[in-house]
């Protein structure tokens, strides 16, 4: 069992790169990899806007007083070194939103990049704010592997000036995926070690990991881990079945993954069997050991999707469409080389702990709409966000419905609206050696 002591972990690296300037130049990349990112609050000029031609990958979450987040990450024209996290929020559910009002970027940006966000709230009403940050493409990276999970939490999210904490590292890996407030009120958080070609001393860790709080979220330790089948991001999510069982699902890549090289596409589309989407796995001691891993029933594109609790006890479930109308009437699927891409964002209700799903929601019919995050209101309004052609339009969007539009297929509640355009990229990308000039 391995204990992180998040503050001072971080405090020392943070020191260590002060005392050499910030200018890198002495850090090896392992050590700028473990340096604090800045927060940068309320910026303004270009860091205030979206960014062009990449930004995507969104989270979500409310604050108790009806606040509603989402962070996402672009900037570097892809996924990169120059890559950054940006936050906005919206006072007047999802109808519009700030322009950046937070920017969490590393001192060494275009060596290190911050990535993969996660939004969410605690029960104690806090607001945190997850991302990774490594040098995923630095050679020496892959040796020394320390992509890590940082946080920074604001205690009153609902006051105009909004204080966020000085950022924390809670362990080597990354989690995109909101942690879960168990019944006992621990708290487990889905970390990942990256799976690689390394055979290694790290290969071990290497895989879905279960990391267990029992203070808050003021140290973590690591007590369980599931190797996933062909894949390198497991991006997995957990959920506390009614009868205590955890459920463990995660991203999966196909072992039928296919390029489709066209002339008249503008990039390459990626193709994915409709029934590896996602993979399962039950653990019936809270998380320490998993049975079997194996595909679950629920088909879906090699991406990430959504799963959580409701309010009502109910269990949410956000995906791209891949043969839903099949799966849901308890049919066979269509042939294993049907193309699976992602589009069309669906959500789904189950009463019984995931055995079944009902309902419906179309939430977007447009392609390329991937990486939902989901979040649930102290009115029980549901707001879920991702992202629209991370590389052409740079969109981030939000949609705001209720449980009865989800089961009924269309929305039936006068509340509820799609499509609410959250941020949509403006800055072009400058190379921060250009842009220190």
Not at 126 to 133: D, E, G, I, K, S
Not at 382 to 410: M, N, P, S, W
Request: charged residues 25%; neutral net charge.
């Amino acid at each position: 069992m391995m204990k992180i002591n998040r503050m001072i972990l971080a405090a020392a690296f943070f020191a260590g790169a002060q005392a050499l300037g910030q200018t890198g130049a002495a850090l090896t990349p392992a050590q700028m990899t473990l340096t604090s990112a800045e927060l940068i609050k309320n910026p303004e000029g270009a860091l205030s806007k979206g960014t062009k031609p990449f930004q995507g990958i969104s989270s979500i979450t409310c604050s108790p007083k009806g606040r509603v987040f989402v962070v996402w990450y672009g900037s570097g024209g892809g996924e990169n070194n120059n890559n950054y996290l940006m936050l906005s929020y919206s006072d007047n559910r999802g109808e519009t939103w700030t322009d950046v009002k937070l920017v969490v970027r590393s001192p060494f940006c275009g060596k290190v990049r911050t990535f993969d966000p996660a939004l969410w709230t605690d029960a104690r009403g806090r607001v945190w704010l997850f991302w990774a940050q490594n040098g995923l493409y630095d050679k020496e990276e892959m040796s020394h592997r320390k992509h890590g999970v940082w946080a920074s939490v604001a205690a009153k999210p609902d006051v105009k000036e909004i204080e966020w904490s000085a950022p924390r590292r809670l362990a080597d890996g990354v989690m995109m995926c909101k942690p879960v407030t168990l019944k006992s009120g621990d708290i487990i958080f889905p970390i990942a070690f990256w799976q690689s070609s390394n055979n290694d001393a790290l290969a071990a860790r290497e895989g879905a990991g279960v990391y267990l709080s029992k203070d808050g979220g003021e140290t973590l330790s690591q007590i369980g881990n599931v190797r996933v089948p062909d894949v390198v991001f497991p991006e997995h999510m957990l959920v506390e079945k009614k009868n205590g069982d955890i459920w463990l699902l995660t991203r999966r890549q196909p072992e039928n993954l296919k390029y489709l090289i066209s002339s008249k596409a503008a990039e390459p589309e990626l193709l994915w069997d409709a029934y590896d989407g996602i993979f399962a796995a039950t653990s019936k001691d809270g998380g320490r050991s998993f049975g079997k891993t194996d595909k679950s029933k629920i088909p879906h594109t090699g991406s990430r999707f959504y799963i959580g609790r409701l309010a009502s006890g109910n269990l949410l479930l956000v995906k791209n469409y891949a043969a839903d109308k099949e799966w849901l009437e308890g049919k066979d699927l269509p042939d294993r080389t049907k193309r699976v891409p992602r589009n069309k964002m669906m959500a789904y209700i189950s009463k019984d702990d995931g055995k079944t799903w009902e309902g419906g929601l179309e939430l977007d019919e447009r392609a390329s709409v991937s990486y939902p995050d989901a979040s649930q209101a102290a009115d029980g309004a549901i707001f879920v966000t991702y992202d629209y052609l991370r590389y052409k339009e740079q969109e981030i969007y939000a949609a705001r419905v209720h449980e009865e539009d989800i089961l009924a297929g269309k929305l039936v509640n006068p509340d509820s609206k799609l499509k609410l355009l959250v941020n949509k990229g403006e800055t072009e990308f400058v190379k921060p050696e250009e842009a220190a000039k």
